[in-house]
T-cell receptor, first 118, second 117 residues
Framework: DTEVTQTPKHLVMGMTNKKSLKCEQHMGHRAMYWYKQKAKKPPELMFV???????INESVPSRFSPECPNSSLLNLHLHALQPEDSALYLC?????????????????FGPGTRLTVT | AQTVTQSQPEMSVQEAETVTLSCTYDTSESDYYLFWYKQPPSRQMILVIR??????QNATENRFSVNFQKAAKSFSLKISDSQLGDAAMYFCAYRKPLIQGAQKLVFGQGTRLTINP
């Protein structure tokens, strides 16, 4: 099973709302990622979790709050977003090199959540 | 810092023909990985092909192959016998190897490929 699932597929929220995006994988991967992707642009890395610990935060505004409850789940909590935060939010997972040795450890992407902030 | 450049924002090809997408990168590392990802319209991003920099042999996956020129820091993707399902945005990506920890991909700006029937 090489699947990363994301819910919801679409989300419309107002600037005062609180919502959460969810991501799940059952490949035994210990690294999970959140990306933001604008139309016709490459994904921009937001956060990386390695073994359920936040290892990379790409200076993302605090209105985005990631959470990794366990090795299979990754959440992104949203609060007081701005219209410019409207985008496709992608989750990805990969093996982690912490067990030693190097490998290509390619990332597997989910289908994304299309977020619209009104 | 590493950078990845895709100089062709858009490409088109006739069905069954061959097309080559260009990618160049800049790095001071000697060992790294290169990837081509495909993102069809409104569909999931998937890995097309990967290349380890220490391998001289060019990677091949069915109709997809790469021309990896390490000295020139070039990593082009060739798609043979193009099919309608190949229409997508293609991203070239770079990653340096890590002994431990999660990996950070550096993406190019993408090339939108159209297949003409």
């Amino acid at each position: 099973d090489t699947e990363v699932t994301q819910t919801p597929k679409h989300l419309v929220m107002g600037m005062t709302n609180k919502k959460s995006l969810k991501c799940e994988q059952h490949m035994g991967h210990r690294a999970m990622y959140w990306y933001k992707q604008k139309a016709k642009k490459p994904p921009e890395l937001m956060f990386v979790y390695s073994y359920e610990k936040l290892s990379i935060n790409e200076s993302v505004p605090s209105r985005f709050s990631p959470e990794c409850p366990n090795s299979s789940l990754l959440n992104l909590h949203l609060h007081a977003l701005q219209p410019e935060d409207s985008a496709l939010y992608l989750c990805a997972s990969s093996q982690d090199g912490i067990r030693g040795g190097t490998s290509s450890y390619e990332q597997y992407f989910g289908p994304g959540t299309r977020l619209t902030v009104t | 810092a590493q950078t990845v450049t895709q100089s062709q924002p858009e490409m088109s090809v006739q069905e069954a023909e061959t097309v080559t997408l260009s990618c160049t990168y800049d790095t001071s590392e000697s060992d790294y990985y290169l990837f081509w990802y495909k993102q069809p319209p409104s569909r999931q991003m998937i890995l097309v092909i990967r290349q380890e920099a220490y391998k001289q042999q060019n990677a091949t996956e069915n109709r997809f192959s790469v021309n990896f020129q390490k000295a020139a820091k070039s990593f082009s993707l060739k798609i043979s016998d193009s099919q309608l399902g190949d229409a997508a945005m293609y991203f070239c990506a770079y990653r340096k190897p890590l002994i431990q920890g999660a990996q950070k991909l550096v993406f190019g700006q993408g090339t939108r490929l159209t297949i003409n029937p």
